[in-house]
């Protein structure tokens, strides 16, 4: 007889998780998940940053070979022309630092959005620009991630210069000059938001596209539609740009050859103006193109050939300036323009496209500051004196000027007003213009500006300083240098102090790099 076996039942049941316990758990996962997440974050953090700091470090020691081989070249003995035009340019560093400002109306007029730009909230009680808190206010003197610096620095050099454009279907010709007119500054960016209009002066011809905006340059709500400045008004989108035109005389069919024979378009003089033009390195130069409609203006970065030399340039200007003419603004409107530059090439690639992207030389460049030293004074150069450094009169000693601190000398730097040791305060030991230390000499000049100094900010012992809530400097104000022609027997600077900022448009660093050059002037 077969029995059929049964199953054995546990005495004891299964028991499931609870809904607690579920609820537990999900709960200690999502604060892992939460926490990982985090290292993480950290991490991406630290390493962006790392890779942000590395690259701008990279950018600005780059940087240093091209500045020390461009100014040792300079032609500082006579020259045609060495210029600094050094600018402060309210703007806000990034986007989130516009987002994250209280008082900012963008269809606010031009000089309220000035004020809201360089007004700040120190004290976290949600009002900005408080006159009664220090720092809220900032000093159109003192410069930093609202209040930015856009110098421009040229002078024509000698050396190896290789061309970097060329005729339309050659993106460089081969051919290189030993004379060069070289100039540093922030860029133009084409505004692809706005296209050009015919009336539009940067628009002669059409391969312009866009208007082009400085930096900084403020948009404009006035208009339907309303003008905007995606690419340039953020510092931390600002390009650092050089541009080197090379010189050459042309022959007498006025043509300038490659090494292949190839006759070249280049910047030149205009045909219709007299001798007093300072074209082709001035605002009003064209290239050499038969067609008017085909010729581009030298501001417009197309061809980086000119049809002069350093010798022709100088007659010029000397030209310009003596009377019957007498052009005594020559260093103003016919020098003041800045480059255009558009680094994201259109497609189709041609040499016009191309040719637009190579004024590029350091992007993200925030502050970009040239100061200048030299033997401008006459001190007591004695140091067993009890005014050893005193400023006795303007002229040449045969010392770099300098001033005492902590009983060291130390060397004078001229340039825009700038706080250098982070006191708050500007003043004869920090820079500031050639005029005002020579108004400090114990036997004051007349005038007390010297030749060379072409624009001058207001007056004021202390620039940093504010009444009524109205600093001492005005916002815009400029300092201009220029040695020419004019300026024959006045002393040149001994030395160069380049001090550029690069930041990271995403803000991964918390400062940008900043770097500063020093270099000796032929």
Sequence with gaps: MNRRSLPIRSSTRRRAFTLVELMIAIALVLILMVGINQVFKMTTDTVGAGQAINAASRDLRGAQSVFNNDLHGAVTSNPPIFMIRSQQTPAFLNQADQLGDRDYNQSDTYANR???????????????GEVGVAGEIISPAIYNYRNHRTDMLMFFARGYFPRQTGNIGTFAANMSSNEAWIWYGHVKRPDFSSPAGPSNSDALNSLQGYENRSPGELPDFSKVPPDRNDDNFHASNWILGRVVTLLRQPDGSDNIYDLYGNSQVYLKHWTTDPPTSLSPLAMSSVSSEAAPADRYNVAWSRYDLAGTTIDDFRQRLVTAIDP??????WWNTRFSFRYQCNIFPTKPLSSQVIARTVPAFLSSCSQFIVEYAGDFLVQENDPANANYGRVLSAGSDGKV?????????QTRWYGMPRDINGDGVINLLDV??????RNSAVTVPSPVWASFERALPAYA?????????VPAMTDGSQYIVAWGPDTTGQPMPKMIRIVATVDDPSGRMVTGQTMEYVIDLP
């Design 432 to 437: 500031v213009p050639l005029r005002d230390v």
């Design 461 to 469: 012992v202390n620039y940093a300083l504010v009444s009524g809530g």
């Design 114 to 128: 000035i004020n809201q730009i360089l007004s700040i909230d120190l004290d976290n009680d949600g009002t900005e």
């Design 324 to 329: 019957p003419n007498n052009l005594l603004d």
């Design 401 to 409: 000027d300098y001033f005492i601190s902590g009983g060291v000398a």
